[in-house]
Every structure is written in structure tokens, then in C-alpha cells.
Nanobody, 125 residues
Framework: QVQLVESGGGLVQPGGSLRLSCKAS????????IGWLRQAPGKEREGLSC????????YYADSVKGRFTISRDNAKNTVYLQMNSLKPEDTAVYYC??????????????????WGQGTQVTVSS
């Protein structure tokens, strides 16, 4: 059974940092590209970043480029999202998900398959 479990969310002040983790089970995480997405109340789901399983290429949305870094540790079957310089507008539920394109990252946020339950990130003073 494919399962993804996110952790690491919480409350942080503007300008602070958090590292989210996405632990995969039921499959080898190095088979799929893994993406991070988020959804804030009343807003559409937004794709943030993706890392391929083939060569570790990474992709970022403009809204997080330069602030967020995605990485993976295949030995731990885990993908991370390091988030720096957090802003109040980063407040959302953050999800990781497997790419429907297999080892490659999809073009859009719709082409993700198995999702985790999400972890809440709140940026507030």
C-alpha cells in the first residue's frame, strides 16, 4: 500500500525556517518523482516543488524559488522541503505526492497521484 506521511509543520514567525519531511512507505521513493504542494483556505492548490527520481533534478514555483529547497534521501525513503524566509502568505497545509509521470516531474500540479495527509504550516507573529 502506497503511503506518504508528512511531518515538520508548525507555527513560525515571519522570516523563520521549517523543514518538512515526507516519509514514503509501501513503495520505493526512488521510483517516483515526488512533489510538494500546498493549499490555503479559499485558495487553489499550488504546486511548489518537485524532485525527479532519475537524476535528482529539481523544479520550483516562482513563489518559493530561492527560499525553498527540495531534497531526497533514498536510503531513508524520505523527501524534504527546507523552507527559509517564510512569509505569512506561506501559511497553508502542505502535502507531498507522487508524480503520475513516474520518475519525471509533471508540468502542472494536477498530475500527482498518491497524497499524504498534509501538515499545517502557519507563519505569524
Amino acid at each position: 500500500q502506497v503511503q506518504l506521511v508528512e511531518s515538520g509543520g508548525g507555527l513560525v514567525q515571519p522570516g523563520g525556517s521549517l523543514r518538512l519531511s515526507c516519509k514514503a512507505s509501501g513503495f520505493s521513493a526512488d521510483y517516483y518523482a515526488i512533489g510538494w504542494l500546498r493549499q490555503a483556505p479559499g485558495k487553489e492548490r499550488e504546486g511548489l516543488s518537485c524532485i525527479t527520481s532519475s537524476d535528482g533534478s529539481t523544479y520550483y514555483a516562482d513563489s518559493v524559488k530561492g527560499r525553498f529547497t527540495i531534497s531526497r534521501d533514498n536510503a531513508k525513503n524520505t523527501v524534504y522541503l527546507q523552507m527559509n524566509s517564510l512569509k505569512p502568505e506561506d501559511t497553508a497545509v502542505y502535502y507531498c505526492a507522487t508524480s503520475l509521470w513516474g520518475s519525471s516531474c509533471p508540468d502542472g500540479s494536477a498530475d500527482f497521484g498518491s497524497w499524504g495527509q498534509g501538515t499545517q504550516v502557519t507563519v505569524s507573529s
